[in-house]
């Protein structure tokens, strides 16, 4: 595979789990619940491409805090917020996986 096919595969694949992500934030928060903008749940495609389970995870976490907080995050606090639970999961699963390796 040359060096254009698999840049260009990597972006399908960013593509496709952006859609992936997008969907699973609208399928996780109540009706109603503020949406991040495309170019948010493309930007945490490219960063959670390795693991993209984290990003999910931290989704669920934003969910979860939505809901106790009785929906007292505005759009800009969500993002930041599932930014940083993903972060941190993708940071404490790559630590994972480096143990067991070492």
């Known amino acids: 595979m040359t060096t254009s096919e698999k840049i260009l595969s990597r ?8 859609v992936q992500i997008a ?7 109540p009706a109603g619940s503020p949406v991040p903008a495309d170019s ?13 389970g984290a990003m999910l995870d931290g989704i669920d976490q934003t969910a979860a805090k939505f809901v106790t907080t009785r929906g007292r995050m505005d759009e800009d606090y969500l993002v930041k917020f599932c930014s940083k639970c993903a972060n941190t999961l993708q940071m404490q699963r790559r630590r994972t996986v480096e ?3 070492a």
């Open 40 to 52: 948010q749940f493309a930007l945490w495609a490219r960063l959670h491409r390795e693991n993209i």
């Open 23 to 29: 969907q699973y934030w609208k399928h996780t928060f």
């Open 11 to 18: 972006l399908q694949t960013d593509a496709a789990n952006a």
């Open 99 to 101: 143990t067991k390796a």
